[in-house]
């Protein structure tokens, strides 16, 4: 009748190593049959960042007190006095620091002309060119820009019908319609096209005449309002009472 053969113990044993400022630990479970420095899974050359010959390990007891340097590159773990809840701390000898690669900004790197890039056959400019894609279409982009003028000649011909100071209904499609006076009509620095500038006759708004601190009319705050000369119809349209007032 043949024996049973016991399984090899295996040690919870944790793994520390200085990180910044404070030392980083990382538990696991290791069978005693190995050594120290290569064989656990994963390496402590994956674990640390560096190989075993740039390692000097030293055994803590589960306390933190110091028991050894394991500085055998043969012996097996289980061959030092180690116990559930040791410690193995890592010494990276290899010089590298900490963080060293961290801040990308202190990695130096490699920058190319536009002239160099221009000329390279591999680029991704030159696939844009050779296919014919986005502004490298000479086709698409004409056709872009006469839908753009034709846009904005329409824009101009519906503004050039609207005067400042008329009254005016604001219909925009899914909102409620609101009336005011037309304060501004004309081009603006914020979007291109032309805009109307509105001031509301209660505060429906969205500012006070003014955007990205540029002033196109007074008005109160959240009585202005800029929309495109389609959504304004010019005619005689009296103040209507919202009843915003009666509420509090």
Known sequence: MGTLQQADPILNVSLSWPKESLPFRNGGKYSPQITPQITP???LKLVVGSPASCMDLELYTSDDKFVMKLDSDEALLGSYPIDDGCRIHVI??????????EDVSRVE???MSA????????SVRSFLKRSKVGKFNEEEMLKKEAEQEQKLAEEKA?????SVGARCEVRVSGQ??????????????????????VKYDEPLGKNDGSINGKQ?????????????????TVGDFPEEDYGLDDEM
């Open 41 to 43: 899974s994963p390496p």
């Open 109 to 111: 790197k490699y920058e």
């Open 176 to 197: 409620p319609n609101k009336r005011g006076t037309v304060m501004f009509v004309g081009l603006a620095e914020f979007k291109p096209g032309y805009w109307i500038g």
């Open 158 to 162: 519906l503004a050039e019908a609207i």
């Open 92 to 101: 990276d000898q290899s010089g590298a620091r900490v963080g060293e690669y």
């Open 216 to 232: 196109y009319f007074e008005c109160q705050p959240k009585y202005g309002a800029f929309v495109k000369p389609q959504y304004v």
């Open 115 to 122: 002239t160099d890039y221009e000329k390279r056959p591999d």
